[in-house]
C-alpha cells in the first residue's frame, strides 16, 4: 500500500539534505511535507535528525489522523560525494574590504558575518559547493561528513521499531567493489527495509555499472528505486536546471531494467513535471530538494518574525506553508 505511488507514477519524495542538520527546519519540513501528501521523506542518518522529522511527521498525524505518514529514509554513501560534504572556512583570512559574493549565493544563508558569528555554520551548510569558485581569495575549502550504518542501526530492531524504513546509497561510476561492500554491511537490515533508492549521476557505460550494481545488491531488497541524479543540488537554480534530470531518467527508463523503480532527483523544481508530461517520460515519481525546502523555508522566514519551534501553535502560518508545499506535491500527484 505504502509503495501505491511509485506504481502509479505519483511517488513524490522530499530531500532534506544528506548534511543538512538545523534540527527546527526538518521538523517543519516533515510536518508541512506530510500534510501535503509526501510519500517519504530523505535525510541525513543522524539520530537527531532523524528525531526532528519524526517528531514533524507525528504532529501531522496528530493534527490530521487521516493523513498517511511517509517513509522515513536515511543517506548514505559508499565513498566521497558531493552530497556528505560541508564547506568551511577560516573568517581571519577574509579580506576585510571583501564584497563576500559567497554570503550573497549561499542558499541557506549558512555564511554569517555579524558580531556573534563569522564563518559558515555547519548545521545550515548541506555542501551545494556554490561558494566555492566565488571567494576571492580561495580560502573556502570542503571536508567530509563520514556516517557509519553502525551507529543508526545498533540492531535489526531498529529497523523493526519504524524508526528508519528505508535507505539510500549515493554511488559514483566505477566504484562497483565499493558498491557491494557496503552493501554487505547493510546486508542485515536490507531485507527488513520497505525500500532502498540507489542515487546515481550520468556515466559513461552507465547501463553496464548499473547492471554490476545490480550484481551486488545481495540480498536483494524488497523494492528498489533508481535515482537519476541528472544535475545534484541545483533545483533552485531556475527551470532549466531540471533538463539534466529529464535526460537522465528517459536514458535509464531505456535500459528496461530487470529490478527497481526510476525517479528523478538533480535540478527537480516546479517545471519538473509540466516537461515530464510534455515529454511523455513515464518515470515512477521525482524527488525535490533544494526547490522544495527553499519555497517553504523562504515563506516562513519571509515573514519576519520568530518562528515557532512547533509550527502547529500557528495554524493559520502552518496551513499557508502547506499549501504552498501542496501546490508542487499536486503536480506528480494528478
Known amino acids: 500500500m505504502e509503495l501505491e505511488a511509485l506504481r502509479s507514477h505519483q511517488w513524490f519524495k522530499l ?16 510536518l508541512i511535507y506530510t500534510l501535503a501528501g509526501a510519500d517519504c521523506i530523505d535525510m541525513a542518518p543522524d539520530p537527531a535528525t532523524i528525531a526532528a522529522a519524526r517528531e514533524g511527521i507525528a504532529a501531522a498525524i496528530k493534527l490530521e489522523p487521516t493523513a498517511i ?81 553502525e551507529d543508526i542501526f545498533h540492531q535489526v530492531d531498529d529497523v523493526l521499531n519504524q524508526s528508519v524504513n528505508a535507505i539510500e546509497i549515493h554511488t559514483q561510476p566505477n566504484r562497483t567493489k565499493e558498491f557491494a561492500a557496503f552493501w554487505q554491511r547493510l546486508s542485515p537490515i536490507i531485507p527488513k527495509l520497505k525500500l532502498v533508492a540507489v542515487s546515481f549521476p550520468d556515466c559513461e557505460d552507465l547501463h553496464d555499472y548499473l547492471m554490476s550494481l545490480l550484481e551486488g545488491m545481495n540480498p536483494k531488497p524488497r523494492s528498489l528505486i533508481w535515482q537519476t541524479d541528472g544535475r545534484p543540488m541545483s533545483g533552485d537554480i531556475g527551470d532549466g536546471a531540471t533538463r539534466a534530470a529529464l535526460q537522465l531518467g528517459q536514458k535509464v527508463l531505456d ?67 502547506v499549501a504552498i508545499a501542496r501546490q508542487l506535491v499536486s503536480q506528480i500527484k494528478t
Open 69 to 149: 505518514a511517509p517513509l522515513v529514509m536515511v543517506s548514505f554513501n559508499d565513498g566521497e560525494d558531493p552530497h556528505f560534504r560541508k564547506a568551511f572556512f577560516d573568517p581571519e583570512l577574509c579580506p576585510s574590504d571583501c564584497s563576500r559574493p559567497c554570503e550573497k549565493v549561499c542558499p541557506t544563508t549558512a555564511i554569517k558575518f555579524s558580531n556573534d558569528y563569522n564563518g559558515i555554520m555547519p548545521n545550515l551548510c548541506y555542501g551545494c559547493g556554490r561558494c566555492l569558485p566565488l571567494c576571492p581569495v580561495q580560502i573556502i575549502h570542503t571536508r567530509e561528513q563520514v556516517y557509519v550504518p
Open 255 to 321: 535500459f528496461q531494467l530487470p529490478l527497481g523503480f526510476v525517479q528523478l532527483a538533480g535540478g527537480t523544481n516546479a517545471s519538473t513535471v509540466p516537461k515530464l508530461r510534455q515529454a511523455d517520460i513515464p518515470v515512477a515519481g521525482v524527488a525535490y530538494g533544494s526547490y522544495a525546502r527553499k519555497i517553504v523555508m523562504d515563506f516562513l522566514e519571509g515573514l519576519g518574525e520568530e518562528i515557532p519551534d512547533h509550527l502547529e501553535d500557528r495554524p493559520c502560518l502552518l496551513w499557508q506553508a
Open 15 to 30: 530531500i532534506c539534505g544528506a548534511s543538512y542538520q538545523h534540527l527546527p527546519a526538518i521538523r517543519h519540513l516533515a
